[in-house]
């Protein structure tokens, strides 16, 4: 079974799948050594994104460990399951607009090669 983190994960590595390989210098100062700031605004986002998929998914809040929703399970009725889809098409969206694949760090674009099976 494909985690909520790994399916986050996926959307990120798509959205990095298209990247210019050249990268403007970021001109704020770095979080940590060789971050950028755009690195550290897509992982607060994608952590935000994942809280909220975990909102529509009791069953992988319990998987990370979390017992919030220990008694509760998925909806998958076809509202469920649309709105999940919903979500994930909405996350995508968002991703692709809020953010500048040519401002993030090499260790960002990594992300892809882990994650892809090129």
Do not use: C
């Amino acid at each position: 079974m494909i985690t909520s983190r790994a399916l986050l994960l996926a959307a990120a590595a798509l959205f990095l799948a298209n990247a210019p390989t050249a990268r403007a210098a970021s001109p704020q100062a770095a979080p940590a050594p060789g971050a950028t700031q755009e690195d550290a605004r897509l992982t607060a986002w994608l952590d935000q994104e994942y809280d909220h998929y975990l909102d529509l998914s009791p069953m992988a809040r319990t998987e990370a460990g979390d017992k919030k929703d220990y008694d509760k399970f998925d909806d998958t009725s076809e509202a469920g399951l649309a709105a999940k889809v919903a979500f994930r098409r909405n996350s995508v969206a968002q991703m692709k607009a809020k953010f500048d694949r040519a401002q993030l760090s090499d260790d960002a674009h990594r992300v892809r090669q882990r994650g892809s099976p090129r």
